[in-house]
């Protein structure tokens, strides 16, 4: 379990209520604006759109736990009970949002079907294994005793090779979509290895030893919360574009309505 060796000032505790709640609104409005949008793009995009809606649908609900955990934990009747914050929300959340992002992003590049299979075939258990590896460290449980630290390594394990999926296999089928829909989706991979950088970082600030610090805590919510409004609203929103720029490839009288000046 996660022992804080130190209670949170007034300001700590309004720094994460503040993300928290910056989350919420984030996760909330972006799935509104997705499950909407989907009209806005032809059916055979509309799976990516409503699976990158999906994915923050998934966060809203988790951000709404986390939040109220935390309003329990640190303000409620309990006072000040940080063993009463649990971080397994987050890494439930993962286990089901990071392979869904993963299936958003090659859906919307609309491959022949066995390309798709294959890619997502090593993508989605290497996401599970990442997660669901990085879980015992995070929560500080004891395992055989096995320190946080071997957990984190371990998890890397299959980050990377996800990474070397994206950037190198799916790399190849690039080659087959126009200069504008590469360029998006080269946005996108800066944006997937930037913001997924962020979470082993902030794993590693959090980590210390079994007595996380107050101000470790409030440094891997905020590093979570930040992290995961980029990775999922701002790449949900890219990818929805992406999906908008194929239409129009596909369809001139889709371009000719949706974007004015084609
Ligand atoms: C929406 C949530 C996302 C995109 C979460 C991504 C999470 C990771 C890339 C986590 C990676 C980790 C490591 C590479 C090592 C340490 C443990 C983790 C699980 C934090």
Redesign the pocket.
Known sequence: MNTLSAVLTNGQFNVVYNILSLGLASMLFTSIFLFVGRERVLPRYRMAVMVSGT?TAI?TYHYFRMFDNFNHAFAGLTGNNPDAYNVGYR?V??LL??PL?LVELVAVLALAKAAQSSILNRLVPAAAA??V???P??AKLDIYGIDASV???L??I??LYILYVLFIELGKSLSRQSAAVQKKVKLLRLLLIA???V??I???LAMGNTQATADQFVAREVG?SI??IL??CLFGLIIFSIARIKSAEDDAEYAKTEFKDA
């Open positions: 994915v966060a890494y959340d993962w949002t990071v992002l990442m997660i590896l990085g879980y460290g995070d957990w984190g390594l998890s890397t299959p980050f913001t997924w950088g979470y082993p902030t794993f590693i979570y992290a995961d990775a999922k």
